[in-house]
Every structure is written in C-alpha cells, then in structure tokens.
C-alpha cells in the first residue's frame, strides 16, 4: 500500500526543496528523488492522525478552472519557445491548486524519464480525460503543441461558462424552494404543536384543514417521520446505486430526454457537447474513428452515446458521418445537413463548431425562460404553503371569536 513521505533535498543550484511523495517505501521515494536530479537530506514518513489536514470525507478534486488556467498558460509559454520541462517546471511553481501542482511535478518527473507529454498526462485520468490527453497526443505528433493546448483551453472554458449560466440562472430558485421547505417542516414541527396545546385548552373545535395540518405535524414528529426519512434516504442511496449500473444509468437517460420542460434542456447540451468535442478533435487532428470514440465515451448522455457508436460503425465501413447519423431521432435535421455540408466542403471542424455555438446559445436562452418561469411559479408555492399553514391555524380562533361575540 502507497505510504506518503515528507522529503528535504537540495537541487543542483544548492536549493532546500521540500514537499511530499506518495510511494511503497523509502526506497523508491529516494531512488525517484535522485532520477529527478536531487541530494536526499531527509526523508521521513508521515503518520495519519485525524487531526491532519490530509484526512478528507471526500477525496480532494482539482477545479476544471485550475486545468484551464493551467492550459492556457502552458499554451503561451509553449508558444514562446520554452522548453517542456522548463514550462512544467515553472506551472509546479505557479499553480494556485496544491493537488494540481504536485501532479504536474509528476508529469514534469515523467516527461524528464523519456516519457512523451501524452503519456504523462495519461496517468492522472481523473484530472486530464481522454479528451485532453488524446488532443496533446495529436497535437505532439503534429508539432503544434500550442495551438492544441489553447484549443482544449478554449473548449474548457466555454464548458464553463455553460455551467456558470446554469448554475447562476438556478441559484435563486432551488434557494426559493429550499427556504420554503425548510420554513414548512420549521412551522410543522415547532410551531404548529404549540398552537394545538392552545386550541386544546380552550376546547375549540377544529375545522377540516386545521385538522389536518395537525395530522401531518403528528405523523412527522412521530416515529412514523423517522420511519419515512429512513426509507427516503435508503431510497436515494439505492437509486444513486441503480444509476451506476448500465441499465440504469441508460434509463435514466431516457427518462431524462422525455422530461417535460427539462428534456429539452438536456437534448440540447448533449448536442452541443457531441459537436464541441468532435469539432474539437477533428481539427486538433486526431483520426476520425477515435475522435468519434473519444466523443461517444464523453457526451454525457447513453442514447447519444450508443447513436455516435453507430456512425463510428458505419464510418469504419467506409460511411459517411452524416447518413447513419441521420437515422437516429435524436439528431434535428438542421445537425445533420451541417454535418453533410462539412464533409462535403471539408469543412467538418468548421460545422461542428457552428453547431456547438448554436446550441450553447439555445442552452443559455432555455435556462433564462425556465428561471423566468419558475421564480414567480416558487414565490406562489411559498405563499400558498405558509399561508395555508397560517390560515389553518388562525380559523378556530376566529370560530370562538365569532361564538363569544354572538353569546356577548
């Protein structure tokens, strides 16, 4: 089992560099410390206590920001004559993200062993997918290193964008609906049983909706509540397990396309995904059957997945891209004319591209609708449930109200 060493060693210029590696033993960390050029001082293993910062619930992840910054920046520094290992080099040094920064000394250490920068970046998949390390691939084949890296740059930054809108456009209504649900179990569990005391000391009668809110305070403070939040959450883990297997996961893709208002939403990113990552590829230089493999393993829904798998199919029977594609209902004939057009032109890049700005923009001004609707449609749930609640518990007062005024 990999153990995590703190070392101090000192470079070639006299430098004390000190830092972490995680290895089997001792051996290895100081063999790979003096293949990297560097005097072992110290080395020492570190003792796992729960005190340190090093014990995380959830793994620690890098930021799709840190990847892009880190790409364009290598990009520019590549494209300025820099040698590679000078340029990863410099980005150890500079990147803001510690986890990014000690996998890029890694692959600095890497490339330094013989190893080719697609090669490096290919042993660290949960940082740098397929898609990037195939790119670097090509683009180390093609001598065109920089133009590569700002293309994958470009691409992860309109990913971005794409998810800062939605994230942006959502932010108030799931804050709507968090507030009012947490208002509903607040007033359900606290304040609604203090008001049934009062009613029942002064032996009022209670109305049907009354009745009935009371009911539901019971059943939540009960244990019947627990019973019905321990099935809830057993119910979410089974489902995100469910999700994980292939059937699964490709029903819930199906299921998610024939969402009523949502479906659109998400017919429409899957597209823009497929036409970015293959347009991407394409004129990165990668070969068309891996492209579209690439492609397939990378749009993020199953019955596009299967669809780019057919043409991959067809394509490798010497088909066009267009004309198999075209037999899936999931792509409009608007992306399948553009698509015939680009192959026809040579042009296919180009198309994929145009396709991808389309539907980032049909993405961006769906979310925009969707928010506008659902802002009003959440301020009036809200209102109906605490005026509901309210409304329950102030009837039987005015019931006696009226009764000691007709008595007075």
Not at 73 to 88: R, S
Not at 181 to 206: K, N
Request: aromatic share 6%; charged share 20%; proline share 4%.
């Amino acid at each position: 089992m990999a153990q995590t060493y703190s070392y101090r060693v000192r470079d070639k210029q006299g430098k004390v560099i000190t830092g972490t590696l995680e290895a089997d033993s001792e051996a290895v960390v100081s063999q790979r410390l003096r293949e990297m050029g560097y005097f072992v001082i110290g080395l020492e293993e570190e003792k796992v206590s729960l005190g340190k910062k090093e014990i995380h619930i959830l793994p620690p992840k890098v930021k799709s920001k840190d990847i892009t910054v880190f790409t364009r920046q290598f990009a520019t520094m590549i494209n300025a004559g820099l040698p590679l290992v000078k340029c990863l080099s410099i980005l150890t040094e500079q990147t803001e993200s510690p986890m990014l920064s000690e996998i890029v000394a890694d692959v600095q250490h890497e490339v330094e062993m013989g190893r080719s920068l697609s090669e490096a970046l290919a042993k660290h998949p949960n940082v740098f997918k397929e898609l990037y390390t195939s790119m670097v691939k090509a683009g180390e084949i093609g001598g065109v290193l920089d133009d590569v890296l700002l293309r994958i740059a470009a691409t992860l930054e309109s990913e971005d964008e794409i998810r800062r809108r939605i994230k942006s456009a959502l932010t108030y209504p799931v804050a709507m609906l968090c507030i009012s649900l947490l208002l509903l179990i607040v007033m359900l569990i606290f304040v609604v049983p203090v008001f049934e005391r009062m009613f029942r000391d002064m032996g009022a009668s209670l109305p049907f909706l009354t009745s009935l809110i009371m009911k539901l305070s019971h059943f939540l403070t009960s244990w019947k509540g627990l019973v019905l939040l321990a099935a809830v959450i057993a119910g979410v883990i089974f489902l995100r397990r469910w999700i994980k297997t292939p059937g699964g996961r490709r029903k819930l893709d199906a299921m998610k396309l024939k969402l009523p208002v949502f479906g659109s939403l998400f017919h429409k990113m899957s597209l823009s995904r497929f036409s970015r990552t293959l347009g991407t590829l394409v004129a990165s230089g990668v070969p068309i059957l891996q492209a579209l493999e690439i492609t397939s393993s990378t749009v993020g829904n199953v019955l596009v997945s299967e669809a780019v798998d057919s043409v991959r199919i067809g394509v490798k029977e010497g088909d066009s891209i267009a004309r198999p594609l075209g037999q899936s209902p999931l792509f409009p004939p608007m992306v399948i004319q553009m698509l015939a057009i680009g192959e026809e032109t040579g042009a296919l890049d180009t198309m994929l591209n145009k396709v991808s700005d389309f539907y980032d923009a049909e993405v961006s001004a769906t979310v925009e609708a969707m928010t506008s609707l659902l802002e009003p449609v959440l301020i009036v749930f809200l209102g109906v449930i605490v005026g509901g609640i309210v409304v329950a518990l102030y009837l039987p007062i005015f019931s006696l109200i009226t009764q000691f005024t007709k008595q007075g």
